[in-house]
């Protein structure tokens, strides 16, 4: 695989794109001269953190034919303090489904993609990170 980031300012803007035409931002934190214009790199591994699982939940929710009507997650995570690198130490995540789902199935898929399938969280684990998860479906916690 091979991506490629090309510098847009005198600062650190820079857009970074994958294999095809995929296009992503990145820029620093306006506290050391960041403009606003794209997401900080340790932002985009948690963001990263949620595409990958959802991508895994998905595919396994179709499978099962259940139905998915609305899937929104929420990542909450905490770097280390006082160290450079500050390293994630732990991230938590939120996984909001809506739909004609068992709740046994929308359970399972996220577990097996954070213990099985989530290429991001198993790399983040081995860094030394503390993943854990939960799931509401339809509004009610799993």
């Known amino acids: 695989m091979k991506v490629t980031l090309q510098r847009l300012d005198d600062a650190f803007h820079f857009e970074a794109k994958g294999q095809g035409e995929e296009i992503m931002h990145f820029d620093a934190n306006p506290e050391i001269g960041g403009k606003g214009k794209g997401v900080r790199p340790m932002q985009a591994l948690l963001m ?25 997650i929420e990542i909450d995570g905490e770097r280390e303090k006082g160290k450079e690198p500050a390293l994630w130490q732990q991230a938590h995540i939120v996984y909001h489904l809506d739909g004609a789902i068992d709740p046994e199935k929308a359970k399972r898929a996220c577990q097996l993609s954070m213990e099985k399938y989530c290429s991001v969280s198993k790399t983040l684990e ?6 854990s998860w939960e799931v509401h479906l339809n509004g009610t916690i799993v």
């Open 48 to 72: 990263s953190i949620g595409g990958c699982s959802a991508i895994d939940i998905i595919m396994i929710l179709k499978k099962q034919k259940q139905e998915i009507k609305d899937f929104r």
């Open 126 to 131: 081995v860094a030394g990170c503390k993943v």
